[in-house]
Structure formats: structure tokens, C-alpha cells
């Protein structure tokens, strides 16, 4: 599938409703609190969810609300993701930056893997208890004498920030029980913790779902709980997109999510909860073998690895002592290699939406400028939508099978599907959402106000009891140009605008 750069107008009347309180409710249901699941998928392209992949997902995206045009926040990798779901802000505020994040008070010569606890509580320490820079759904659940459970099957950073301050409840993973003195009682009623499979992960599905069915879902369970399935994420990035192995990972996560509604439906439960279904990121084929750092070392931009005078963390560029003309160096070499894509920097001014380097887009344009912790480059590979050998659209440029982290639509652009007792049935909302407005609509759905701080809104076009006309939806389009010897490199850049809401779509660049 190709993605096209289109305008959208969508309903000329009311502006978006950015209610606090939840709207009364009429009939026997009036005021009734529901509870609400969190359900993610790690890795999940929306083209995944067919009848024959994903017969339970697809039967329930069928009779629910789905969000077409939901997006993942850039950069398009977990960490980021479920920091920014579980705060419904943006990294701009969270500060968690990437998978990989760089703190020199902690370790001045590289970055830090945040797929791992251990590192986050570091960061955490290191931070004078300021890992996120920002409020979280469980410390505003706990704020209000509610709880909230993590399961996850995925990795302990991960797990964690989903809830990082273990807020009212507790997080429930294969290698990380918190709070500690819960471990041995949930061993001894969920069972061991299955050993580690790298290609095949279906043991430790089953085991959190059913950790989820046996706390998650009890009568005296928590208002919110949320489970992560670290899958098709894991057998993708092995084996690739479409693979038999990823396949086979899609029908076994689909089938523990067919044990969760199976077991609602037991429980007297499927018309007293909200389920919220998304994932992190989407995916897309890499076809690359190209490395920042020895391009720039090669170009005596960057001291041998390691060192502290340029440091790269993932995608994003750290240059000591922020050196303008050094900064502006590598800017200028990366734009000319044809593998790099689009490039971010910071911008001159508050609300400049190009970065001060001439071809750049700013970080203020992608919700990135944390003022303490950003880089001061962020590259990304250049996209294609070619198809792969089992006929999945959208390649670029990166080492490795697939992965994501990139700014291409099949990394951005990720399903959301919702369904309940407060949500629409049998409907597909084409205005625009991100992981940011997950907690925001939680959190209405809880009867509870919105901090103001969260970037994030709530959802109001998928709820059954709003009666507002749907929003003005806007397509911004942002260029920026520059030469690259003989060549013009051209940077485009598509927001959806949605009240005071600007999710970014996708980036494309071109060489002539």
C-alpha cells in the first residue's frame, strides 16, 4: 500500500470537546464507573489483523470503535511509546528520549538500554527520582484511591514504565515482580515463570494472561490494568515481516487475547469494561548496512568509539559542548549520503518549526525538545515502499532483518481499537489520535479530571455518549531545503491538526 499526502477536512462545525468530567450517562447505566483494560501488541501493522492472522483481534475490531488514522509517537520504538501512552505526553515532557537513552551522569561515553529495570532505576537515582518529568496515569489513579496493574511479557523497562513509580498496584513480569513482596504469592498461584525463548515466546504469553485473568480480571481487581504482549515484535526483528516464525507469533498472542475475552465473558464482564487495544510502533523491512558512527569517524567528525566528543544513542546525535559548526558538519554530511532520510535539530526560537541547521526540521515539529535531555541531531533512514519477499509494503534503509524507529507511515501509522460499555459499536473514526491520548481517555472514562500537563485528549468522537459534532480535522505540510554539492535535498514533513493537537504523519525526502 501506498501512502499518499492528501488533505483532510473532516466535519465543518464544532470545535473538539476537551472535556474533564465524563458526560452523564442515560438509562440503568447512569453514572456507572466502569473498570478499563489496556491491551498492546508489540509490533502490530495494522495489516496483521485479518480473519485468517488474527481471528479473535479482527472479530473484535469488527464490533468495536476503530481509530484509522492512530498514531505511534516518533521516536516510532517501545520505551518511547509506553512512557508516552502511560503519561499522555509526549517525549518533549516525559524525557524519555529513545530505546536507548544517553545520561553522562551516568555513563559519559555511551547510551543506556532502557529495555532494562535496572538502567531506568539508575536514571531514576541519578535524577533525583526523576526518570519521566512527568505525571502518570497510576500516580494520578493512586492520587485518587484507584489502582492499577502492569502484565507484561516483554522487557522490564518496558513493564516499568507503563507505571514507573508502581503507583497503586503493581507491575507483573517474567523477570520483574514489583512490588517484591507480592513475587512469591503470584508464583504460587500463576505457576513457575517459564524459561526464555528467544524465536518462540508462547509460554510466557500464556503465563501473564494468565496472571491478567487471575488478578487483572477478579471480581476485587484493579479499576486499570494493562498487558503487554511482546510479540510479533520479538520474531519480527529475528526472522522479518511475513516470515512463518512472525506469523506463527501473531496466532499465538491473538489466542491468549481470545483467552482474555473468554474469560470477560465468564465473568459476567463484556458489558462492564473497557478494553483499549494499540501497540508501540508498526514495522517495516530494513535493507541497509550503513552506520552513523563510522561514517563519521571516517570524516574525522567523531574520536574513535568510545568517546565524549560526539555520542550517539540510537537515532539521536550528542556533540560536546553543543558545537555549533561541528553540529552543522555532520548535518551537512549526513544530508548528502542517499541512505539518510530526514533530520532534526533544535530550532532558533520557541514554535520554530524548521531546526537551525539549513534542511532540518525542528524538534519542536515532532514533540522531541525536552529542554534538559535532547540531543542535538536526530536522524532517521530514508523509506521506500517497496515489498518484501512475502509481500509487506515499506522498506528503508537500517542494518538489520526489520525493525522500526524511523518516520515512514508503516512505523507511524498503527491500529487503535476500542470497545465497551462507554464506546461506539461498529464504527471507524478517521480523526486522528495518538499513544498520548490513551490516558486521557482512561482517565475520562474513570471519572477523573485530566492534569493539565498531559499533551493528550480524550477520544471523544469513539465514545457512545458524545453528542458533539465531529472536529475540524487540518493537514500542515512543512519543507525544508538545502544543497548538498550538486544535489537539492528536500525535506517534507505532514501534522494532522486537530484542535490544539498536531500529530505527526510521516516525512519524506527527496534528492534531485
Given at each position: 500500500m501506498k501512502f499518499k499526502i492528501t488533505v483532510m477536512l473532516i466535519a465543518m462545525a464544532l470545535?473538539?470537546?476537551?472535556?474533564?468530567?465524563?458526560?452523564?450517562?442515560?438509562?440503568?447505566?447512569?453514572?456507572?464507573?466502569?473498570?478499563?483494560?489496556?491491551?498492546?501488541?508489540?509490533?502490530?501493522?495494522?495489516?496483521?489483523?485479518?480473519?485468517?492472522?488474527?481471528?479473535?483481534?479482527?472479530?473484535?475490531?469488527?464490533?468495536?470503535a476503530y481509530g484509522n488514522?492512530?498514531?505511534?509517537?516518533?521516536?516510532?520504538?517501545?520505551?518511547?511509546?509506553?512512557?508516552?501512552?502511560?503519561?499522555?505526553?509526549?517525549?518533549?515532557k516525559t524525557g524519555l528520549m529513545g530505546n536507548t537513552v544517553y545520561f553522562p551522569q551516568v555513563d559519559s561515553l555511551k547510551g543506556m538500554d532502557t529495555g532494562d529495570a535496572i538502567n531506568l532505576q539508575k536514571i531514576d537515582k541519578a535524577t533525583g527520582?526523576?526518570?519521566?518529568?512527568?505525571?502518570?496515569?497510576?500516580?494520578?489513579?493512586?492520587?485518587?484511591?484507584?489502582?492499577?496493574?502492569?502484565?507484561?511479557?516483554?522487557?522490564?523497562?518496558?513493564?516499568?514504565?507503563?507505571?514507573?513509580?508502581?503507583?497503586?498496584?503493581?507491575?507483573?513480569?517474567?523477570?520483574?515482580?514489583?512490588?517484591?513482596?507480592?513475587?512469591?504469592?503470584?508464583?504460587?498461584?500463576?505457576?513457575?515463570?517459564?524459561?526464555?525463548?528467544?524465536?518462540?515466546n508462547a509460554a510466557k504469553h500464556q503465563w501473564i494472561t494468565d496472571a491478567l485473568i487471575r488478578y487483572g480480571l477478579a471480581a476485587d481487581g484493579p479499576d486499570v490494568s494493562a498487558i503487554w504482549l511482546s510479540d510479533p515484535d520479538g520474531a519480527a526483528h529475528s526472522t522479518g515481516i511475513g516470515s512463518a516464525v512472525t506469523m506463527a507469533s501473531i496466532k499465538t498472542v491473538d489466542a491468549q487475547f481470545g483467552r482474555m475475552i473468554q474469560a470477560i465473558r465468564e465473568k459476567g464482564l463484556i458489558n462492564q469494561i473497557n478494553i483499549l487495544i494499540s501497540t508501540d510502533h508498526g514495522f517495516i523491512t530494513h535493507t541497509g548496512n550503513h552506520d552513523v558512527a563510522s561514517l563519521l569517524i571516517s570524516n574525522n567528525l567523531k574520536a574513535a568509539t568510545p568517546g565524549t566528543d560526539v555520542v550517539i544513542s540510537e537515532n539521536a546525535i550528542y556533540v560536546k559542548n553543543h558545537n555549533v559548526d561541528k553540529i552543522k558538519q555532520i548535518v551537512n554530511l549526513l544530508q548528502a549520503q542517499p541512505w539518510v532520510g530526514a533530520i532534526f535539530t533544535k530550532g532558533a526560537n520557541a514554535g520554530d518549526l524548521k531546526g537551525v541547521v539549513a534542511g532540518t526540521l525542528s524538534f519542536e515539529a515532532?514533540?522531541?525538545?525536552?529542554?534538559?535531555?535532547?540531543?542535538?541531531?536526530?536522524?532517521?533512514?530514508?523509506?521506500?515502499?517497496?515489498?518484501?519477499?512475502?509481500?509487506?509494503?515499506?522498506?528503508?534503509?537500517?542494518?538489520?532483518?526489520?525493525g522500526h524507529g524511523g518516520t515512514s507511515p508503516y512505523e507511524i501509522h498503527i491500529p487503535f481499537i476500542v470497545s465497551g460499555p462507554d464506546f461506539k459499536k461498529n464504527y471507524v473514526s478517521e480523526i486522528p489520535t495518538s499513544n498520548t491520548d490513551i490516558t486521557p481517555t482512561v482517565l475520562y472514562l474513570q471519572h477523573l479530571k485530566v492534569p493539565q500537563q498531559m499533551d493528550g485528549r480524550v477520544a471523544n468522537e469513539m465514545l457512545?455518549?458524545?453528542?458533539?459534532?465531529?472536529?475540524?480535522?487540518?493537514?500542515?505540510?512543512?519543507e525544508a531545503t538545502t544543497r548538498t554539492g550538486k544535489d537539492l535535498y528536500k525535506l517534507h514533513m505532514q501534522r494532522s491538526i486537530v484542535g490544539k493537537q498536531q500529530y505527526f504523519d510521516f516525512t519524506k525526502v527527496t534528492r534531485q
Open positions: 470545535p473538539v470537546c476537551y472535556a474533564q468530567k465524563a458526560h452523564p450517562k442515560k438509562g440503568n447505566d447512569a453514572g456507572k464507573i466502569h473498570k478499563t483494560l489496556i491491551v498492546f501488541f508489540d509490533g502490530l501493522r495494522p495489516d496483521y489483523i485479518t480473519a485468517q492472522n488474527m481471528p479473535n483481534l479482527f472479530a473484535f475490531k469488527q464490533q468495536g488514522q492512530h498514531h505511534s509517537v516518533f521516536p516510532t520504538v517501545t520505551r518511547v511509546n509506553s512512557s508516552a501512552y502511560s503519561t499522555g505526553s509526549y517525549p518533549a527520582g526523576h526518570l519521566l518529568t512527568t505525571i502518570s496515569l497510576g500516580e494520578v489513579l493512586q492520587a485518587a484511591g484507584k489502582k492499577m496493574m502492569v502484565f507484561s511479557s516483554g522487557s522490564t523497562g518496558q513493564a516499568l514504565l507503563q507505571n514507573h513509580t508502581v503507583s497503586g498496584g503493581g507491575i507483573v513480569n517474567p523477570d520483574m515482580i514489583l512490588p517484591e513482596n507480592i513475587k512469591q504469592h503470584i508464583i504460587a498461584e500463576v505457576g513457575p515463570i517459564p524459561a526464555s525463548n528467544k524465536l518462540d515532532i514533540h522531541w525538545n525536552h529542554p534538559q535531555r535532547a540531543a542535538d541531531i536526530v536522524v532517521s533512514p530514508n523509506w521506500n515502499d517497496n515489498k518484501n519477499n512475502f509481500g509487506y509494503a515499506g522498506m528503508d534503509d537500517s542494518k538489520g532483518v526489520a457512545i455518549n458524545n453528542k458533539a459534532a465531529l472536529p475540524v480535522v487540518k493537514v500542515q505540510y512543512i
